[in-house]
């Protein structure tokens, strides 16, 4: 085999990768500890991240951004996985569905929450809609910061409709591994539909299921330019905290007190779904 | 499925089994089922789409029009030229495409050599490499834009293009390693291997025979990570204060400008990725599923 002869070769190759990772992702990330640990001067202390604690958005961006994780995961989870097994059933055309379902994938978080801003709002699609069928006699004002129920159900449904492809390309990746012999065994047994998706699919589906989890949820922790687009300022989340005391209060150490929180949120809700969905080690390989 | 129900309808409804008549047509009417189901996602995913363009496509005063009519009144480009003329978005359109492009390059040049080294060559640390690369997306990697942005004062390119697209590098770069790893990994080895000893050096091969073969798939992970970078507003944001790229020109004039000026906005945004995510439609399992494994 060449590695005989070209032992280098490889870690000649993987070596720029590595510089540039540990420039622009390991240094950073350590950087962001240490600035969420200095004060203003500059001198070690804890102050910043009082601050970011007693800020009077900070309940409320937690809260926000929590809650918003809760109500997408599951809505997007069962969506995603609606549409994986349509594409795994090969209906007619099914490029085309996947193409269909897919196309979220390349739109922009700023642009998804335009795009749902424009039916929330209060001359918008929605309220077209109702009036049509009667149900509102005059527009409703959704998108009104005295009522976060509908600013967070439409940020939910923004994100829902957005995000949800990438979780339905890993589903249907995930489907394609299942041998079609575990599916055929169970048709043989007479199982339903309902028993071979619980019985069979859904565990196979594990790590797939895993892997999306974990992506899904980090991503929900930066959730940023939706939440502008259609609260404005009604909502706030934990990355539009960051934004605004670096952006506007100028204070970079408690935006960096606030990135850490993300990258520590993130790295608990990652650890906890290893942890509560084990896959067998060669499926994590 | 549909080769099952070929050898069901040869024969004579009448004189098929009992059950097996059920079972035929439990099918049809879970087949049925199946495409209302595809029908009803498929609305879902571009009723919002059609909604915006329509709106987009209203000439300015039209875009306040209630009710809202599905079947457009008025086609025209008043709202998008108004957005177009509008200070600052002509350049930050085209910053953002020269970010992108920047972002594509360095990614692919660091990153398809280190995903050509594991799908190639076993050695010593193959697995921790891959192991490493796998967890950097267990960060939110956006959020160091925040510490990143004091290095990039301290070196003189804050509010640069390059500031952007050193950041977006790193957010793409995890992918396309092992985006490029399984694109080499389907190209037969038995053909590299060919070469080399039809006398071919190493890299005579990888130029001559594997780069011709790959160059589709890496053209569409190139495609995806111009559309990440483009898309990617928190760092652009953070990282610029008057060189904005498109999504932080739009995210930060947002709440203050006018609706026609917004919806334009946003199909600027998406015409290009709806575009795009058609040329790589065929990819996109490749692109994505295989990451996962």
Not at chain 1, 188 to 216: D, E, Y
Request: net charge positive; aromatic share 12%.
């Amino acid at each position: 085999m060449r590695s005989q002869r070209l032992g280098w070769a490889p870690y000649a190759l993987l070596l720029p990768s590595l510089i540039y990772m540990a420039i622009f992702f390991a240094a950073p990330m350590l950087q962001s500890f240490g600035l969420a640990f200095q004060d203003q001067s500059g001198a070690w202390s804890t102050a910043s991240i009082e601050r970011m604690l007693r800020d009077a958005q900070f309940q409320r961006a937690l809260f926000t951004t929590v809650a918003l994780i809760v109500l997408i995961i599951p809505i997007q989870f069962a969506l995603a996985l609606a549409m994986a097994l349509v594409i795994n059933a090969r209906l007619k055309a099914s490029g085309l569905w996947l193409y269909v379902f897919a196309l979220p994938l390349g739109v922009s978080e700023l642009a998804a929450g335009i795009i749902w801003f424009n039916i929330f709002t209060e001359r918008g699609w929605l309220n077209t809609i109702l009036e049509g069928f009667g149900l509102v006699e005059r527009p409703y004002i959704f998108l009104n910061p005295q009522e976060p129920f509908w600013l967070i159900l439409a940020v939910v449904l923004a994100e829902s409709w957005r995000a949800t492809s990438i979780i339905m390309i890993i589903l249907v990746a995930g489907l394609q591994s299942i041998p079609r012999d575990y599916l055929e065994a169970a048709d043989v047994f007479g199982a339903t539909t309902m028993q071979k998706v619980r019985r069979v699919i859904l565990p196979l589906l594990r790590p797939s299921l895993q892997v999306a989890l974990i992506l899904r949820t980090i991503l929900a922790f930066q959730v940023f330019a939706t939440v502008i687009a259609i609260a404005g300022r009604g909502l706030t989340v934990l990355a539009a905290e960051a934004y605004r005391w670096y952006g506007d209060l100028r204070d970079v150490h408690v935006a960096a007190a606030y990135a850490g929180l993300i990258l520590l949120l993130s790295i608990i809700s990652t650890i906890l779904f290893l942890w509560l969905l084990p896959t067998r080690e060669e499926q994590l390989a | 499925m549909t080769a099952d129900a070929r050898p069901l309808a040869a024969v004579p409804p009448e004189r098929a089994p009992l059950r097996r008549r059920r079972a035929g047509r439990q099918r049809l009417v879970g087949r049925g089922l199946l495409y209302l189901v595809a029908a009803l996602m498929a609305l879902w995913v571009l009723l919002p789409v059609y909604m915006v363009t329509v709106t987009a496509f209203s000439p300015r005063d039209l875009v306040f029009l209630y009710p809202k009519s599905f079947i457009p009144v008025e086609i025209s480009t008043d709202s998008l030229a108004f957005f177009a003329n509008a200070t600052g978005v002509i350049p930050a359109l085209w910053r953002s495409v020269q970010v992108a492009i920047v972002t594509l390059i360095i990614s692919m040049v660091i990153g398809a050599p280190a995903g050509y080294a594991i799908a190639r060559f076993a050695f010593r640390g193959r697995n921790a490499y891959r192991l490493l690369i796998l967890s950097t997306r267990a960060f939110p990697i956006v959020i160091l834009s925040i510490p990143l942005a004091i290095a990039f004062i301290q070196w003189g390119i804050y509010d640069t293009i390059w500031a952007v697209a050193l950041m977006h590098t790193a957010l793409a770069l995890p992918f396309t390693v092992l985006i490029t790893s399984s694109i080499f990994v389907s190209v037969p080895r038995e053909l590299e291997e060919a070469a080399q000893t039809l006398g071919s050096t190493p890299v005579g091969a990888f130029f001559k025979v594997v780069l011709p073969l790959a160059l589709p798939g890496l053209a569409a992970a190139a495609i995806f990570t111009f559309v990440l970078s483009w898309n990617e507003v928190f760092a652009a944001v953070i990282l610029t204060l008057r060189e904005r790229t498109l999504p932080a020109l739009v995210l930060t004039v947002l709440t203050q400008s006018p609706l026609p000026f917004r919806f334009a906005a946003a199909f600027f945004m998406l015409a290009p990725s709806l575009i795009v995510i058609f040329f790589i439609r065929k990819y996109l399992l490749g692109l994505w599923g295989r990451v996962v494994k």
